[in-house]
């Protein structure tokens, strides 16, 4: 007997390894989870997320401006903010557009904490969406509020 897996069951599957990668990533694998963002969450359709150029974000990632790339993934719609404590440790606080919730994730730099609260706040709204009671098993280092 062979269960298939919906379309959105393989969506939310790659969103929570992406988290964890994110997650666990050493400050030099930073451009590395930044272009894995980038084939994760691309598309050239407003309607599926935000709207960006892939090649604009290799060119802020040649710069040097991975928070900056980062931020350009999230789109202009999203409210943030980012922190660093005296240990190095990086934390992003995403509201959700309602309002209602703020997703906070840890990082081992601001561009990290960023890309993981985004994808941890995409995971909350699916799971919202489907219906979903079981809870989140976050990677160690990950906090959701």
């Known amino acids: 007997m062979t269960d298939h897996l919906s379309e959105s069951d393989v969506w939310t599957a790659r969103l929570r390894d992406f988290l964890h990668d994110c997650a666990g990533s ?10 894995e963002a980038v084939l994760l ?8 997320g935000p709207m960006f150029d892939p090649a604009l974000i290799e060119a802020m990632l040649a710069c040097g401006a991975a928070e ?5 993934i999230l789109g ?19 509201v959700l557009p ?3 919730e703020e997703v906070i994730c840890e990082g081992a730099t601001l561009a990290l904490a ?12 699916l ?3 489907d ?14 509020h």
């Open 98 to 100: 309602d309002g209602s």
């Open 26 to 35: 050493a400050p030099v694998e930073e451009h590395d989870r930044i272009r």
């Open 127 to 129: 799971e919202r969406d």
């Open 41 to 48: 969450l691309h598309t050239p359709d407003r309607s599926a």
């Open 76 to 94: 202009s719609d999203i409210n943030c903010m980012v922190s660093r404590g005296s240990a190095g440790t990086c934390l992003a606080t995403l």
């Open 114 to 125: 960023l890309l993981a609260a985004y994808v941890s706040m995409l995971l909350a709204g």
């Open 131 to 144: 219906g979903i009671s079981a809870p989140m098993t976050l990677p160690a280092g990950a906090r959701l």
């Open 68 to 72: 900056s790339a980062v931020l350009t």
